[in-house]
């Protein structure tokens, strides 16, 4: 565990505490453990488990054939996959030479076929793609995964691996005209706004892309367990490990017990317990730096979806 940091120790307002029914949960450190050994485990255990998947048939899972697109939110930007159409996805072949065509493009040009721009100019996600090989630095290999279940949208996944040990998740999903586009937000894991700011200690929130994990630590504001469900968070972008806290049976409560559930039974949660999710998240002046309120549940997985999933509860 890294130096000064400990889950169990009081924050700044006090007296922080596990709860009693720990044991039974997985806690923060493994999500630590999982983010350090490195995410391509993640992804290696996901092969495996789409096999499972698979068998189990996608028919079982909900999906947004017929969701409207949600304008009312102050977290969701541009909106994701309306899955308005159920063409098949490309072969998986054509899917790693998408994902190998987006990491080595050099011109604005390479891109508006292979990316969702989301109203954005490609010199502006060019420059992003540059700007994040400057840490990823060499690939060296580009696999596909297989379809992602999710309760959102339909995803077929591709792993981008760096020489570094570095890797990156290139998560497809079609557009209205059937087309299988990269959703460049997950692969960049973007935030709407900085890590640095968010673990600032001041007032703050943000559509962020994270690990959530099961967890049982209550603190400050956030000291009744029987008023709060908790969860932890990670990032593979900064090595703070956080809590995130939904108000007992509320939407956004229900929105992740039902994703964590479905993971669980997916087998993939297995080895992990951990689950890719898109979120809307805000800090309050006064609660320890590490504490969130999570506001929103916009996909269980790094792709934004057209319909919220916590709107679905």
Same mark, same amino acid.
């Given at each position: ?15 922080? /505490? &596990?709860?009693?029914?720990?044991? &039974?949960?997985?806690?923060? /450190? ?19 488990? +789409?096999?499972?998947?698979?068998? *189990? ?12 697109? $949600?304008?009312? !939110? ?12 159920? %063409?098949?996805? #490309? ?8 994902? =190998?065509?987006?990491?080595?493009? @050099? &011109? ?6 292979? +990316? ?18 400057? $840490? ?15 309760? =959102?949208?339909?995803?077929?996944? +591709?792993? +981008? ?28 894991? !973007? ?24 967890? %049982? ?18 990032? #593979?972008?900064?090595? @703070? ?5 939904? #108000? ?27 689950? &890719?999710? =898109? ?7 006064? $609660? ?15 792709? =934004?979806?057209? *319909? ?6």
């Amino acid at each position: 565990m890294r130096p000064g940091f400990d889950p169990r120790s009081p924050g700044r307002n006090g007296g922080g /505490r &596990r709860s009693s029914s720990s044991g &039974r949960l997985p806690e923060l /450190r493994t999500v630590k453990k999982f983010v350090v050994i490195s995410l391509s485990v993640l992804a290696l255990v996901a092969l495996v488990s +789409v096999s499972v998947w698979l068998l *189990r048939g996608q028919k079982n899972a909900p999906n947004s054939r017929n969701s409207s697109a $949600d304008t009312a !939110s102050g977290f969701i930007g541009d909106l994701g996959s309306d899955g308005a159409n159920d %063409s098949a996805p #490309p072969p998986e072949k054509k899917l790693v030479k998408i994902a =190998t065509e987006m990491v080595e493009a @050099t &011109r604005p040009t390479d891109l508006p076929d292979i +990316v969702r721009l989301a109203g954005r100019k490609p010199e502006a996600l060019l420059a992003k793609l540059q700007e994040m090989a400057k $840490d990823d630095g060499e690939v060296s290999n580009v696999s596909y995964i297989g379809p992602v279940q999710n309760l =959102t949208q339909p995803l077929e996944a +591709v792993l +981008v691996s760096f020489r570094n040990k570095r890797n990156r998740i290139a998560l497809f999903c079609p557009d209205k005209q059937g087309q299988w586009l990269i959703d460049f937000d997950s692969y960049s894991r !973007s935030t709407s706004t900085p890590w640095n700011e968010l673990l600032s200690g001041g007032n703050a929130e943000a559509t962020v892309r994270v690990y959530v994990s099961m967890d %049982s630590y209550y603190n400050g504001r956030f000291s009744e367990e029987s008023e709060w469900s908790c969860n932890g968070l990670a990032s #593979p972008d900064q090595p @703070t490990l956080m809590f995130g806290y939904t #108000p007992k049976n509320s939407p956004v409560d229900r929105a992740i017990r039902e994703s964590l559930r479905f993971k669980l039974n997916s087998g993939l949660a297995e080895s992990s317990r951990m689950l &890719r999710m =898109t979120l809307g998240i805000k800090h309050q002046e006064g $609660d320890d730096k590490r504490q969130f309120e999570i506001v929103r549940v916009i996909a269980d997985d790094w792709a =934004t979806p057209a *319909r919220a999933l916590d709107e679905r509860y």
